[in-house]
């Protein structure tokens, strides 16, 4: 299973940019699908995650109403949409795949096998 995250980038505070987790190797509906960040000098934080069985999304309270999460079933590929981007945003992103196919999602970062190589985003004030 390889996970492949891409869309990073620096923006402007208030601005957007969507970031895409290409996933080879398995079946991307199978298992729920996880978005982590870690800033420097910090623990990796659960930024949010989407559901397996129905693609309902679970967001963490710091981004809840500005990060959407979603999927393309037919392109395998997971999505994180983020507004109005604030500066504590800017961390390297991470894509991850649950090593189980659990039918709720998992903000723990050891529930989660598989993880793409990360995509910095840096959000300037």
């Known amino acids: 299973v390889q996970l492949q995250a891409s869309g990073g980038g620096l923006v402007q505070a208030g601005g957007s940019l969507r970031l895409s987790c290409a996933v080879s190797?398995?079946?991307?509906?199978?298992?729920?699908m996880g978005w982590f960040r870690q800033a420097p000098g910090k623990e990796r934080e659960f930024v949010g995650a989407?559901?397996?069985?129905?693609?309902?999304?679970v967001h963490a309270d710091s981004v809840k109403g500005r990060f959407i999460i979603s999927r393309d079933n037919a392109k395998n590929t997971a999505y994180l949409q983020m507004n109005s981007l604030k500066p504590e945003d800017t961390a390297v992103y991470y894509c991850?795949?649950?090593?189980?196919?659990?039918?709720?999602?998992?903000?723990?970062?050891?529930?989660?096998?598989?993880w793409g190589q990360g995509t910095q985003v840096t959000v300037s004030s």
């Open positions: 190797g398995r079946t991307l509906s199978s298992y729920p």
């Open positions: 991850a795949a649950d090593s189980v196919p659990r039918l709720v999602v998992s903000s723990v970062v050891s529930s989660y096998k598989f």
């Open positions: 989407i559901r397996r069985s129905d693609g309902t999304t």
